[in-house]
Nanobody, 114 residues
Framework: QVRLVESGGGLVQPGGSLRLSCAASGTIFSFNDMGWYRQAPGKERELVASTKGGTTKYADSVKGRFTISRDNAKNTVDLQMDSLKPEDTAVYYC?????????WGKGTLVTVSS
């Protein structure tokens, strides 16, 4: 059984930074895909960033601003978000893929507003 718990969301002004953290319980391997998705009001959930086996990928909209990092010993994945924009406002979800099953956290709200 896998459980994902996110933390670190909140309200930030445009241009500011936030760091999201996700802790996974259960047996996790470095080759399991872990990452972050987001869903803005009225929009579909979209990939923000993911990491698997040491490789990373980012949505074009966040490249150069967001950084994903993973600690396999602690089963955690973080998302450092810099130069935040109002369009980054969304609920951010931690995701893990294990044995072709997608696991999701409950989500954490990020609001970018002045």
């Amino acid at each position: 059984q896998v459980r994902l718990v996110e933390s670190g969301g909140g309200l930030v002004q445009p241009g500011g930074s936030l760091r999201l953290s996700c802790a996974a319980s259960g047996t996790i391997f470095s080759f399991n895909d872990m990452g972050w998705y987001r869903q803005a009001p009225g929009k579909e959930r979209e990939l923000v960033a993911s990491t698997k086996g040491g490789t990373t990928k980012y949505a074009d909209s966040v490249k150069g601003r967001f950084t994903i990092s993973r600690d396999n010993a602690k089963n955690t994945v973080d998302l450092q978000m810099d130069s935040l924009k109002p369009e980054d406002t969304a609920v951010y979800y931690c995701n893990l893929v294990k044995n072709v099953i997608n696991y999701w956290g409950k989500g954490t709200l990020v609001t970018v507003s002045s």
